[in-house]
């Protein structure tokens, strides 16, 4: 039963990662994502839906066009596979949530999949193109104070913390205020992370005379925030740094002289954020601690 589940959420998470796929290649290119049916970008020949089907019919193809012969990118297999990976990954720290909280946070795991799926595609679009589609990030910053109004358990922790959205829920009191907190902590996540990435992009481009991030990345993480609250967001911010320092290091190790933009970064970030919260958190807390025992 167990191992029929995670299947199907593989599979299922295989099909989101096609549909991202058209997304990854439409939306920068400004084309409809449901008109024309899908084709080969060689000879313009539609693709029949046995040809369609997620990673088995490339395999089965061995990667090529059927008529004309042309190597379809094997970056349609990869971003199938990550997000039916990363679908069973979200969902097994879900049922290993504690007893209880998982089939009660069913919207948390939906709002969750969501995230992710728009982070794949964003990420995606980034490197090939060195932009994030405003259709994902401006429509999750749209998507997730909705989503998070209605069903407050995505983002407002239980028990109440001593944040403004605890505050604000004690100080209203009444019915469906759980809702004004659910929107209020969206709101406050999307403030939270755009402004964070501005302030460093200023920063940055004061200290090293270069833009360091572009507005993209500022919509990027709004859109993150509005997800996962204010200092989620912070976090994922913070580890997305470190993932770029510690590439940008071997890079330049390497000597490779290769331009990867931020945007997949603060995705990697995000998903460890989302998947390790507490584990992060804890992480933090204790690093003074351990330096200290270091010198002692
Ligand atoms: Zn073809």
Not at 36 to 48: D, L, R, V, Y
Not at 64 to 82: A, H, Q
Not at 199 to 222: I, N, P, Q, S, Y
């Amino acid at each position: 039963m167990t191992a029929l589940t995670y299947f199907f959420v593989f599979f299922l998470g295989c099909c989101v990662g096609s549909f991202l796929n058209v997304c990854i290649y439409r939306l920068p290119r400004r084309m409809s994502l449901i008109w024309p049916g899908s084709h080969c970008p060689h000879c313009n020949e539609p693709i029949a839906w046995y040809d369609n089907l997620p990673v088995l019919s490339w395999l089965w193809l061995r990667g090529l066009c059927r008529r004309c012969g042309v190597l379809i990118s094997p970056r349609y297999v990869v971003v199938e596979l990550l997000t039916g990976g990363v679908f069973v990954w979200i969902y097994a720290m879900h049922v290993a949530a504690p007893p209880g909280a998982a089939l009660s946070n069913l919207p948390g795991l939906g709002a969750y999949v969501v995230l992710a799926s728009a982070l794949i595609a964003s990420s995606f679009v980034d490197v090939e193109r060195m932009v994030i589609p405003d259709e994902i990030t401006v429509g999750g910053m749209y998507v997730g104070p909705v989503l998070c109004a209605i069903f407050p358990q995505i983002i407002v922790r239980q028990p109440l913390g001593g944040g403004p959205t605890g505050w604000i829920l004690r100080a209203t009191g009444g019915a469906g205020s759980e809702h004004l907190a659910g929107l209020t902590a969206s709101v406050l996540g999307m403030a939270a992370g755009a402004l964070a990435i501005y302030a460093a992009g200023v920063f940055g481009k004061a200290l090293f005379r270069k833009e360091a991030m572009g507005f993209g990345d500022v919509k990027l993480m709004g859109m993150v925030g509005a997800f996962i609250g204010w200092w989620g967001v912070l976090l994922a911010f913070f580890v997305g740094c470190v993932f770029g320092a510690v590439v940008g290091i071997m890079l330049l190790i390497g000597r490779r002289d290769t331009h990867i933009p931020f945007g997949p970064y603060l995705a990697a970030g995000t998903l460890t954020v989302m998947l390790y919260k507490q584990a992060v958190f804890r992480a933090l807390w204790d690093f003074p601690n351990v330096i200290q025992s270091w010198f002692s």
